[in-house]
Antibody, heavy 120, light 110 residues
């Protein structure tokens, strides 16, 4: 059973950078079979894909967020991270980390989610 | 606006059958990419319900089934139960936009 756990500040000021880390247990981020991903959900709204990282460090981003997003991976710590720059209130959301299947793109394992509010 | 279009809500009486549609275009569903479905309860993470358009992960009741035709996909739930009341999301790959989700459908069991 793979477990993912998000961590990071729950409050970020406008124009600052949102940073979250996802710790993985029960599985390895070095697996060549999966992509490690971030998905967010604004309060009361639907799911939005942010992007994914492969164990090689290759990244894939939602074009609408690409200019502000960096996803990185730390195989030594078995975790991956999200940075979102120049945040506004529209970035307030629950941020989920998830494991994406490499061949069919579905997300099987999800973290519990971390609520990040953008406010001064 | 979501790339994949779902009805905001559907409802049905216990024991009956409901379907939830997911409409895309020729860059995603119509291009042959798999469709996946998730069930989400309030305050919880989504749970994979259907993957690869028609496959159920272990533990998902066979009351849930998926299908696809052209640029659309559907999730069918038969023998509706009160515990099925939740939000449902479809997801696919888009050749130009990477992974895309539907806007979600709230299922109410009457």
């Amino acid at each position: 059973q793979v477990h993912l756990q998000e961590s990071g500040p729950g409050l970020v000021k406008p124009s600052d950078t949102l940073s979250l880390t996802c710790a993985v247990s029960g599985g390895s981020v070095s697996s060549p079979t999966y992509y490690w991903s971030w998905i967010r959900q604004p309060p009361g709204k639907g799911l939005e894909y942010i992007g994914s990282v492969f164990y090689t460090g290759s990244t894939y981003y939602n074009p609408s967020l690409k200019s502000r997003v960096t996803i990185s991976i730390d195989t030594s710590k078995n975790q991956f991270s999200l940075q979102l720059t120049s945040v506004t209130a529209a970035d307030t959301a629950v941020y989920f980390c998830a494991r994406r299947d490499g061949s069919s793109s579905f997300f099987f394992y999800w973290g519990l989610g971390a609520l990040v509010a953008v406010s001064s | 606006q979501s790339v994949l279009t779902q009805p905001p809500s559907v409802s049905g009486a216990p024991g009956l059958r409901v379907t939830i549609s997911c409409t895309g275009n020729n860059s995603n569903i119509g291009a042959g990419y798999d469709v996946h479905w998730y069930q989400q309860f309030p305050g919880k993470a989504p749970k994979l319900l259907i993957y690869g358009t028609t496959n159920r992960p272990s533990g998902v009741p066979d009351r849930f089934s998926g299908s696809k035709s052209g640029t659309s996909a559907s999730l069918a739930i038969t023998g509706l139960q009160a515990e099925d009341e939740a939000d449902y999301y479809c997801q696919s790959h888009d050749g130009s936009l990477s992974e895309v989700f539907g806007g979600g459908t709230k299922l109410t069991v009457l």
